[in-house]
Protein backbone atom coordinates (compact mmCIF):
# COMPACT_ATOMS: atom_id res chain seq x y z
CA UNK A 1 0.00 0.00 0.00
CA UNK A 2 3.01 2.48 0.19
CA UNK A 3 2.27 5.69 2.06
CA UNK A 4 -0.57 6.46 -0.18
CA UNK A 5 -3.45 7.20 2.37
CA UNK A 6 -6.37 6.81 -0.60
CA UNK A 7 -5.08 3.00 -0.64
CA UNK A 8 -5.06 2.74 2.98
CA UNK A 9 -8.62 3.93 3.14
CA UNK A 10 -9.85 1.71 0.08
CA UNK A 11 -7.97 -1.44 2.01
CA UNK A 12 -9.79 -0.85 5.27
CA UNK A 13 -13.10 -0.40 3.36
CA UNK A 14 -12.99 -3.23 1.10
CA UNK A 15 -10.83 -5.74 3.22
CA UNK A 16 -11.88 -5.31 7.06
CA UNK A 17 -15.48 -6.29 7.72
CA UNK A 18 -17.66 -5.29 10.58
CA UNK A 19 -18.58 -6.76 13.46
CA UNK A 20 -20.41 -5.12 16.29
CA UNK A 21 -19.39 -5.62 20.42
CA UNK A 22 -18.21 -2.41 22.41
CA UNK A 23 -15.60 -0.26 22.93
CA UNK A 24 -11.56 -0.70 22.10
CA UNK A 25 -11.34 -4.32 22.09
CA UNK A 26 -8.77 -5.21 19.21
CA UNK A 27 -6.66 -2.48 18.71
CA UNK A 28 -4.70 -2.43 15.08
CA UNK A 29 -3.07 -5.61 15.28
CA UNK A 30 -5.97 -7.44 16.70
CA UNK A 31 -8.30 -5.88 13.78
CA UNK A 32 -5.50 -6.91 11.17
CA UNK A 33 -5.52 -10.27 12.67
CA UNK A 34 -9.70 -10.53 12.28
CA UNK A 35 -9.65 -8.46 8.76
CA UNK A 36 -12.67 -7.29 11.24
CA UNK A 37 -13.82 -4.96 14.10
CA UNK A 38 -15.98 -2.18 15.23
CA UNK A 39 -16.01 1.08 14.30
CA UNK A 40 -13.51 1.90 17.34
CA UNK A 41 -11.31 -1.09 15.37
CA UNK A 42 -11.39 -0.65 12.09
CA UNK A 43 -11.14 3.10 12.77
CA UNK A 44 -7.45 2.23 15.19
CA UNK A 45 -6.42 0.57 12.53
CA UNK A 46 -6.81 3.02 9.69
CA UNK A 47 -5.14 5.72 12.01
CA UNK A 48 -2.16 3.36 12.65
CA UNK A 49 -1.49 2.98 9.07
CA UNK A 50 -2.05 6.09 8.06
CA UNK A 51 0.21 7.51 10.88
CA UNK A 52 2.61 5.11 9.75
CA UNK A 53 2.73 6.54 6.89
CA UNK A 54 3.36 10.01 7.82
CA UNK A 55 -0.07 11.55 7.68
CA UNK A 56 -1.54 13.56 11.05
CA UNK A 57 -5.27 11.90 11.46
CA UNK A 58 -7.68 12.56 14.70
CA UNK A 59 -10.89 10.33 15.94
CA UNK A 60 -14.27 11.65 15.45
CA UNK A 61 -17.11 10.47 17.52
CA UNK A 62 -20.76 10.60 17.00
CA UNK A 63 -24.40 9.15 16.32
CA UNK A 64 -24.94 7.26 13.52
CA UNK A 65 -28.82 7.27 12.21
CA UNK A 66 -30.76 4.15 13.07
CA UNK A 67 -31.06 3.13 9.63
CA UNK A 68 -27.11 3.14 8.63
CA UNK A 69 -26.61 1.16 11.70
CA UNK A 70 -29.39 -1.95 10.49
CA UNK A 71 -27.76 -1.91 7.38
CA UNK A 72 -24.55 -1.98 9.00
CA UNK A 73 -25.07 -4.84 11.42
CA UNK A 74 -27.06 -7.09 8.32
CA UNK A 75 -23.57 -6.53 6.44
CA UNK A 76 -22.17 -9.14 9.21
CA UNK A 77 -23.86 -11.89 7.68
CA UNK A 78 -22.94 -10.91 3.56
CA UNK A 79 -20.14 -13.16 2.59
CA UNK A 80 -16.97 -11.87 3.21
CA UNK A 81 -13.99 -10.82 0.56
CA UNK A 82 -11.53 -14.12 0.49
CA UNK A 83 -8.05 -13.34 0.24
CA UNK A 84 -5.83 -14.05 -2.95
CA UNK A 85 -4.36 -17.38 -2.65
CA UNK A 86 -1.12 -17.82 -1.15
CA UNK A 87 0.81 -20.28 -3.87
CA UNK A 88 3.71 -20.30 -1.21
CA UNK A 89 2.00 -22.15 1.13
CA UNK A 90 2.36 -25.82 1.50
CA UNK A 91 -0.52 -28.44 -0.09
CA UNK A 92 -0.29 -29.87 3.49
CA UNK A 93 -1.14 -26.85 5.41
CA UNK A 94 -4.19 -26.18 3.38
CA UNK A 95 -5.52 -29.52 3.05
CA UNK A 96 -5.25 -29.80 7.14
CA UNK A 97 -7.25 -26.76 7.56
CA UNK A 98 -10.07 -27.85 4.65
CA UNK A 99 -10.40 -31.45 6.74
CA UNK A 100 -10.58 -29.27 9.87
CA UNK A 101 -13.32 -26.98 8.83
CA UNK A 102 -15.47 -30.19 7.10
CA UNK A 103 -15.23 -32.13 9.99
CA UNK A 104 -16.10 -29.62 12.47
CA UNK A 105 -19.20 -28.56 10.12
CA UNK A 106 -20.40 -32.54 9.63
CA UNK A 107 -20.17 -32.83 13.52
CA UNK A 108 -22.54 -29.53 14.25
CA UNK A 109 -25.08 -30.94 11.97
CA UNK A 110 -24.88 -34.05 13.89
CA UNK A 111 -25.00 -32.36 17.29
CA UNK A 112 -27.95 -30.10 16.55
CA UNK A 113 -30.15 -33.41 15.14
CA UNK A 114 -29.80 -34.83 18.43
CA UNK A 115 -30.59 -32.39 20.44
CA UNK A 116 -33.11 -31.61 18.22
CA UNK A 117 -34.19 -35.04 19.01
CA UNK A 118 -33.90 -34.65 23.00
CA UNK A 119 -35.80 -31.50 22.68
CA UNK A 120 -33.06 -29.51 24.50
CA UNK A 121 -34.16 -26.61 25.67
CA UNK A 122 -32.26 -22.94 24.19
CA UNK A 123 -31.65 -20.29 26.45
CA UNK A 124 -31.89 -16.76 24.58
CA UNK A 125 -29.86 -15.01 27.21
CA UNK A 126 -26.93 -15.08 25.87
CA UNK A 127 -27.87 -14.12 21.72
CA UNK A 128 -27.90 -10.43 21.42
CA UNK A 129 -31.20 -9.44 19.91
CA UNK A 130 -31.30 -7.78 16.30
CA UNK A 131 -32.09 -4.50 18.19
CA UNK A 132 -29.50 -4.21 20.62
CA UNK A 133 -26.85 -4.86 18.06
CA UNK A 134 -28.06 -1.67 16.02
CA UNK A 135 -28.26 0.64 19.02
CA UNK A 136 -24.74 -0.53 20.27
CA UNK A 137 -23.38 -0.02 16.53
CA UNK A 138 -25.12 3.74 16.68
CA UNK A 139 -22.22 4.91 18.96
CA UNK A 140 -19.86 5.42 15.82
CA UNK A 141 -16.31 6.20 15.79
CA UNK A 142 -14.30 7.24 12.19
CA UNK A 143 -11.19 9.08 10.96
CA UNK A 144 -10.69 12.90 10.28
CA UNK A 145 -7.30 13.39 8.19
CA UNK A 146 -5.11 16.38 7.93
CA UNK A 147 -4.71 17.57 3.90
CA UNK A 148 -3.75 20.54 2.90
CA UNK A 149 -4.78 22.49 6.24
CA UNK A 150 -8.40 20.66 6.44
CA UNK A 151 -9.90 17.54 8.39
CA UNK A 152 -11.44 15.36 5.55
CA UNK A 153 -13.28 12.54 6.85
CA UNK A 154 -12.12 9.87 5.91
CA UNK A 155 -15.36 6.59 7.09
CA UNK A 156 -14.75 2.95 5.54
CA UNK A 157 -18.28 2.06 6.66
CA UNK A 158 -19.88 0.23 3.37
CA UNK A 159 -18.55 -0.99 0.37
CA UNK A 160 -18.99 2.40 -1.36
CA UNK A 161 -17.94 4.66 0.92
CA UNK A 162 -15.16 7.57 -0.57
CA UNK A 163 -13.09 9.52 1.41
CA UNK A 164 -15.05 13.03 2.73
CA UNK A 165 -18.05 11.42 2.89
CA UNK A 166 -19.87 11.45 6.54
CA UNK A 167 -22.56 9.57 7.79
CA UNK A 168 -22.83 11.11 11.38
CA UNK A 169 -22.39 14.48 13.17
CA UNK A 170 -19.20 14.50 14.88
CA UNK A 171 -20.36 15.66 18.54
CA UNK A 172 -16.27 15.53 19.48
CA UNK A 173 -13.06 15.19 18.37
CA UNK A 174 -9.93 13.42 19.96
CA UNK A 175 -6.07 13.11 19.49
CA UNK A 176 -6.30 9.81 20.53
CA UNK A 177 -8.41 7.50 22.30
CA UNK A 178 -9.68 7.64 25.90
CA UNK A 179 -8.64 4.94 28.43
CA UNK A 180 -12.36 4.34 29.35
CA UNK A 181 -13.08 3.44 25.91
CA UNK A 182 -10.36 0.02 26.01
CA UNK A 183 -11.38 -3.16 27.04
CA UNK A 184 -9.10 -4.15 30.30
CA UNK A 185 -6.74 -7.15 31.24
CA UNK A 186 -5.62 -7.60 34.56
CA UNK A 187 -3.03 -10.84 35.16
CA UNK A 188 -2.68 -11.90 38.83
CA UNK A 189 -0.65 -14.69 39.81
CA UNK A 190 -1.44 -15.95 43.41
CA UNK A 191 0.18 -18.19 46.11
CA UNK A 192 -1.48 -20.35 48.85
CA UNK A 193 1.10 -21.18 51.39
CA UNK A 194 1.68 -22.80 54.69
CA UNK A 195 3.64 -21.42 57.70
CA UNK A 196 2.32 -23.83 60.41
CA UNK A 197 -0.94 -25.62 59.93
CA UNK A 198 -2.99 -23.03 58.34
CA UNK A 199 -2.88 -21.37 54.86
CA UNK A 200 -2.81 -17.84 53.85
CA UNK A 201 -3.03 -16.99 50.26
CA UNK A 202 -0.98 -13.65 48.37
CA UNK A 203 -0.65 -11.99 45.14
CA UNK A 204 3.24 -11.78 44.11
CA UNK A 205 2.59 -10.23 41.16
CA UNK A 206 0.02 -8.27 38.91
CA UNK A 207 0.16 -6.54 35.58
CA UNK A 208 -2.23 -4.57 33.83
CA UNK A 209 -2.93 -4.46 29.70
CA UNK A 210 -4.94 -3.29 27.68
CA UNK A 211 -6.59 -6.22 25.93
CA UNK A 212 -5.55 -4.73 22.44
CA UNK A 213 -2.16 -4.26 23.09
CA UNK A 214 -2.29 -8.44 24.07
CA UNK A 215 -4.29 -9.37 21.21
CA UNK A 216 -2.33 -11.95 19.20
CA UNK A 217 0.62 -11.69 21.80
CA UNK A 218 2.20 -14.78 23.89
CA UNK A 219 2.49 -13.75 27.23
CA UNK A 220 5.23 -16.50 28.91
CA UNK A 221 5.41 -17.08 33.12
CA UNK A 222 8.34 -18.75 34.26
CA UNK A 223 9.89 -19.02 37.60
CA UNK A 224 13.53 -17.57 38.17
CA UNK A 225 15.24 -17.83 41.43
CA UNK A 226 14.91 -15.05 43.78
CA UNK A 227 17.94 -12.71 42.86
CA UNK A 228 17.34 -12.82 39.15
CA UNK A 229 17.67 -9.36 38.32
CA UNK A 230 16.47 -9.84 34.40
CA UNK A 231 17.88 -11.95 31.22
CA UNK A 232 21.66 -12.14 31.84
CA UNK A 233 24.11 -10.39 29.82
CA UNK A 234 26.73 -12.80 30.42
CA UNK A 235 27.80 -15.93 31.85
CA UNK A 236 29.17 -14.08 35.13
CA UNK A 237 26.18 -12.56 35.76
CA UNK A 238 23.67 -15.42 35.58
CA UNK A 239 26.73 -17.56 37.75
CA UNK A 240 25.95 -15.03 40.36
CA UNK A 241 22.27 -15.02 40.54
CA UNK A 242 23.05 -19.18 41.01
CA UNK A 243 25.28 -19.25 43.82
CA UNK A 244 23.18 -16.40 45.86
CA UNK A 245 20.35 -18.94 44.99
CA UNK A 246 18.19 -19.25 48.55
CA UNK A 247 15.79 -22.23 47.14
CA UNK A 248 12.97 -19.43 46.59
CA UNK A 249 11.79 -18.33 43.41
CA UNK A 250 9.80 -15.62 41.60
CA UNK A 251 7.44 -15.68 38.55
CA UNK A 252 7.98 -13.73 35.84
CA UNK A 253 6.11 -12.29 33.09
CA UNK A 254 7.89 -11.95 29.90
CA UNK A 255 5.59 -9.52 27.52
CA UNK A 256 8.01 -9.27 24.43
CA UNK A 257 11.65 -8.04 23.89
CA UNK A 258 12.94 -6.17 27.23
CA UNK A 259 9.37 -6.41 28.56
CA UNK A 260 9.04 -8.16 31.38
CA UNK A 261 7.39 -7.67 35.10
CA UNK A 262 9.21 -9.86 37.99
CA UNK A 263 7.08 -10.89 41.04
CA UNK A 264 7.51 -11.54 44.54
CA UNK A 265 9.73 -14.85 46.01
CA UNK A 266 8.30 -17.71 47.23
CA UNK A 267 9.33 -20.90 48.59
CA UNK A 268 7.95 -24.36 46.36
CA UNK A 269 9.62 -26.86 48.50
CA UNK A 270 11.61 -27.12 51.89
CA UNK A 271 14.54 -24.43 51.85
CA UNK A 272 17.92 -25.68 51.11
CA UNK A 273 19.56 -26.61 54.43
CA UNK A 274 22.81 -26.99 52.49
CA UNK A 275 24.81 -24.53 49.94
CA UNK A 276 24.88 -21.04 49.85
CA UNK A 277 21.26 -21.03 50.13
CA UNK A 278 21.44 -22.81 53.55
CA UNK A 279 23.80 -20.32 54.63
CA UNK A 280 21.38 -17.89 54.22
CA UNK A 281 18.56 -18.84 55.26
CA UNK A 282 20.17 -19.55 58.41
CA UNK A 283 21.11 -16.20 59.32
CA UNK A 284 17.61 -15.43 58.87
CA UNK A 285 16.73 -18.00 61.26
CA UNK A 286 14.64 -19.85 58.67
CA UNK A 287 14.19 -23.40 59.42
CA UNK A 288 15.31 -23.08 63.10
CA UNK A 289 13.44 -20.37 64.64
CA UNK A 290 10.61 -20.33 62.56
CA UNK A 291 9.02 -22.30 59.79
CA UNK A 292 9.33 -21.21 56.51
CA UNK A 293 6.47 -20.05 54.32
CA UNK A 294 6.30 -23.09 51.61
CA UNK A 295 3.45 -22.68 49.08
CA UNK A 296 0.74 -25.39 48.61
CA UNK A 297 -0.58 -23.82 45.03
CA UNK A 298 0.37 -21.58 42.16
CA UNK A 299 -2.31 -20.01 40.15
CA UNK A 300 -3.35 -17.38 37.65
CA UNK A 301 -6.58 -15.25 38.29
CA UNK A 302 -7.00 -12.90 35.10
CA UNK A 303 -9.45 -10.09 34.92
CA UNK A 304 -11.36 -9.25 31.15
CA UNK A 305 -13.02 -5.88 32.46
CA UNK A 306 -14.91 -4.58 29.48
CA UNK A 307 -15.58 -0.43 29.22
CA UNK A 308 -18.68 -0.92 31.08
CA UNK A 309 -16.92 -1.98 34.02
CA UNK A 310 -18.51 -5.56 33.91
CA UNK A 311 -15.81 -8.18 34.67
CA UNK A 312 -15.41 -11.82 34.17
CA UNK A 313 -12.11 -13.74 36.11
CA UNK A 314 -10.82 -16.85 34.87
CA UNK A 315 -8.40 -18.94 37.27
CA UNK A 316 -5.71 -21.40 35.76
CA UNK A 317 -3.78 -23.56 38.25
CA UNK A 318 -0.46 -23.49 38.22
CA UNK A 319 0.26 -26.41 40.91
CA UNK A 320 -2.17 -27.56 43.84
CA UNK A 321 -0.38 -30.04 46.28
CA UNK A 322 -3.63 -30.25 48.28
CA UNK A 323 -5.28 -31.77 46.12
CA UNK A 324 -8.72 -31.65 44.54
CA UNK A 325 -10.53 -34.06 46.60
CA UNK A 326 -9.19 -32.90 49.93
CA UNK A 327 -10.14 -29.15 48.81
CA UNK A 328 -13.73 -30.26 48.64
CA UNK A 329 -13.75 -31.54 51.77
CA UNK A 330 -12.55 -28.27 52.78
CA UNK A 331 -9.41 -30.26 54.59
CA UNK A 332 -6.11 -28.57 55.05
CA UNK A 333 -2.56 -30.28 55.28
CA UNK A 334 -0.62 -30.44 58.12
CA UNK A 335 2.69 -28.79 57.53
CA UNK A 336 4.83 -31.51 57.77
CA UNK A 337 2.13 -33.26 54.90
CA UNK A 338 2.59 -30.62 52.80
CA UNK A 339 6.72 -30.39 52.86
CA UNK A 340 6.67 -34.45 52.23
CA UNK A 341 4.25 -33.36 49.27
CA UNK A 342 5.96 -30.49 47.94
CA UNK A 343 9.82 -31.97 48.20
CA UNK A 344 8.32 -34.73 46.37
CA UNK A 345 10.02 -36.09 42.73
CA UNK A 346 6.61 -36.27 40.78
CA UNK A 347 5.73 -32.51 41.81
CA UNK A 348 6.62 -30.14 38.93
CA UNK A 349 9.87 -28.17 38.53
CA UNK A 350 8.67 -24.97 38.06
CA UNK A 351 12.17 -23.74 37.45
CA UNK A 352 12.08 -25.82 34.61
CA UNK A 353 8.61 -25.47 32.95
CA UNK A 354 7.41 -22.68 31.13
CA UNK A 355 3.50 -21.52 30.45
CA UNK A 356 2.21 -19.49 27.32
CA UNK A 357 -0.55 -17.40 27.20
CA UNK A 358 -2.04 -16.68 23.85
CA UNK A 359 -4.38 -14.10 24.14
CA UNK A 360 -6.48 -13.20 20.75
CA UNK A 361 -9.45 -10.75 20.69
CA UNK A 362 -11.03 -11.53 17.58
CA UNK A 363 -10.24 -14.24 14.89
CA UNK A 364 -7.25 -15.22 13.37
CA UNK A 365 -7.72 -15.33 9.70
CA UNK A 366 -6.69 -18.29 7.92
CA UNK A 367 -4.10 -17.02 5.70
CA UNK A 368 -1.81 -15.95 8.66
CA UNK A 369 -1.86 -19.46 9.91
CA UNK A 370 -0.81 -21.01 6.43
CA UNK A 371 1.86 -17.85 6.42
CA UNK A 372 2.89 -19.48 10.54
CA UNK A 373 2.95 -23.32 9.56
CA UNK A 374 5.33 -22.27 5.85
CA UNK A 375 7.64 -20.19 7.85
CA UNK A 376 11.31 -21.92 7.47
CA UNK A 377 12.90 -23.11 10.29
CA UNK A 378 15.85 -21.12 11.98
CA UNK A 379 19.06 -22.97 13.40
CA UNK A 380 18.10 -21.66 17.08
CA UNK A 381 15.89 -23.26 18.96
CA UNK A 382 13.08 -20.20 19.99
CA UNK A 383 10.53 -22.08 22.71
CA UNK A 384 8.38 -18.71 22.31
CA UNK A 385 7.68 -19.20 18.65
CA UNK A 386 7.11 -22.53 18.49
CA UNK A 387 4.29 -22.13 21.44
CA UNK A 388 3.08 -19.41 19.35
CA UNK A 389 2.82 -21.32 16.24
CA UNK A 390 0.68 -24.34 18.26
CA UNK A 391 -1.75 -21.75 19.89
CA UNK A 392 -1.86 -19.70 16.49
CA UNK A 393 -2.93 -22.56 14.57
CA UNK A 394 -5.39 -24.19 17.20
CA UNK A 395 -6.73 -20.58 17.08
CA UNK A 396 -7.07 -19.73 13.20
CA UNK A 397 -8.75 -23.97 12.46
CA UNK A 398 -11.11 -23.50 14.91
CA UNK A 399 -12.16 -19.91 13.86
CA UNK A 400 -12.10 -21.00 10.15
CA UNK A 401 -14.96 -23.65 10.94
CA UNK A 402 -17.17 -21.87 12.99
CA UNK A 403 -17.32 -18.44 11.71
CA UNK A 404 -20.65 -19.05 10.53
CA UNK A 405 -22.94 -22.28 10.36
CA UNK A 406 -26.59 -23.04 9.85
CA UNK A 407 -28.77 -25.33 8.27
CA UNK A 408 -29.93 -25.80 5.04
CA UNK A 409 -32.84 -23.61 4.37
CA UNK A 410 -32.78 -20.87 7.58
CA UNK A 411 -30.37 -18.29 8.16
CA UNK A 412 -27.11 -18.81 8.91
CA UNK A 413 -25.67 -17.90 13.04
CA UNK A 414 -22.44 -16.02 12.97
CA UNK A 415 -19.80 -16.54 15.14
CA UNK A 416 -17.49 -13.72 16.58
CA UNK A 417 -15.42 -12.41 19.47
CA UNK A 418 -16.76 -9.43 21.77
CA UNK A 419 -14.26 -9.89 24.75
CA UNK A 420 -10.79 -11.76 24.97
CA UNK A 421 -10.32 -15.44 24.62
CA UNK A 422 -7.27 -16.93 25.77
CA UNK A 423 -4.93 -20.30 25.08
CA UNK A 424 -2.48 -21.43 27.39
CA UNK A 425 0.26 -24.12 26.49
CA UNK A 426 2.25 -25.21 28.84
CA UNK A 427 5.28 -27.45 28.67
CA UNK A 428 6.05 -28.67 32.18
CA UNK A 429 8.82 -31.20 33.77
CA UNK A 430 8.89 -32.77 37.36
CA UNK A 431 11.94 -33.42 39.36
CA UNK A 432 11.77 -36.91 38.29
CA UNK A 433 12.27 -36.08 34.92
CA UNK A 434 8.60 -36.45 33.23
CA UNK A 435 7.87 -33.72 30.75
CA UNK A 436 4.14 -33.01 30.33
CA UNK A 437 2.77 -30.88 27.24
CA UNK A 438 -1.48 -29.32 28.16
CA UNK A 439 -3.06 -27.35 25.47
CA UNK A 440 -5.70 -25.82 27.72
CA UNK A 441 -8.76 -23.18 25.89
CA UNK A 442 -9.02 -21.54 29.20
CA UNK A 443 -11.88 -18.98 27.53
CA UNK A 444 -13.53 -19.71 24.37
CA UNK A 445 -16.60 -17.28 24.74
CA UNK A 446 -17.67 -16.53 21.25
CA UNK A 447 -21.01 -14.12 20.81
CA UNK A 448 -23.41 -15.73 18.48
CA UNK A 449 -25.98 -13.78 16.52
CA UNK A 450 -28.68 -15.01 13.91
CA UNK A 451 -30.88 -13.02 11.60
CA UNK A 452 -34.69 -12.78 12.17
CA UNK A 453 -36.53 -15.51 11.83
CA UNK A 454 -33.34 -17.77 12.58
CA UNK A 455 -35.05 -20.66 14.86
CA UNK A 456 -33.10 -20.58 18.36
CA UNK A 457 -32.21 -24.41 17.84
CA UNK A 458 -29.95 -23.36 15.14
CA UNK A 459 -28.10 -21.06 17.98
CA UNK A 460 -24.80 -23.31 19.38
CA UNK A 461 -23.00 -21.21 22.17
Known amino acids: LGDDPLRIFNYVRDEISFESYTGCLRGPRGTLLALAGNSVDRSSLLASMLQHGGQ ?3 FAHGTLPEPLARELVSSMWADRPQPPADTNSPDAAKAGVERFVNSVQRDYKLIRDQMQKANVAFSSQSVPSLDSLIKETQDHYWIQWLKDGNWVDLDPLFSDSTPTTKYATATETLDSLPNG ?13 YAGNQPSSRVILTRNSKAADLSGVTVLLAHEPENWNGPAENLQAALTSAIQDTGRIRPVLFLGGENWAAGAPFYPKSPPASGMGGIFNGLAGIGTRHDAPIASAEALDIDLISPNGQKETITRNIFDVVGPARRAKNINLSYDDLRTKADANDVVDLSASVYALFFSTGAIAEQHVLSTVAAPPTDEPDAERTLQRIAVTFTVMSDAATSKIGAPGNAA ?5 DSPRLTVIDVSKSFSGEVGFTLDLRRDSPRAVALAGCGKRDVAT
Open 181 to 193: LYHQVEIRVRIEE
Open 413 to 417: TCFYF
Open 56 to 58: RVR
